[in-house]
């Protein structure tokens, strides 16, 4: 059973990107050239950033972004609590990302400000964080 519904998901995850895009998180993804798609299984759920912002699902589902990652919404739950080993749930499989390795390992520092909001956006949205 998934830590929260996609519909849930889909406004946590909204207004949150929403929220980083509108900062130094946008600013750096234009820079950097860098658009994101997280194919999220378990619900199944789309969704695709950019530096205007982001979109889920049948929107989403035809762009073709820079980097994809693939994981279950647990998974990219825990990412966001920083109760992932990133690099061990990569050799594990339960993250799959595909695109250039650089642009992959430039994303991940840009992402340390959304983690530090996300327990809040849980709160907000009443998705539990244990």
Known sequence: MAIMTK????????????KMV???FGKKL???EITIKY?????????????TGCCFDDEAKPKVAVVLMKMSLDTAHKFWLKDLNVPKALALRQIKAKGPIGKVLQLLPLLKPGQAM???YCKKFNVPTN
């Open 118 to 120: 996300y327990p809040d």
């Open 30 to 32: 234009k820079e950097n």
């Open 39 to 51: 194919e999220i299984h378990d619900p199944e759920l789309t969704m695709y950033v950019d530096h």
């Open 7 to 18: 519909d849930a998901a889909i406004e946590l995850f909204g207004d949150l990107w929403t």
């Open 22 to 24: 509108q900062g130094e």
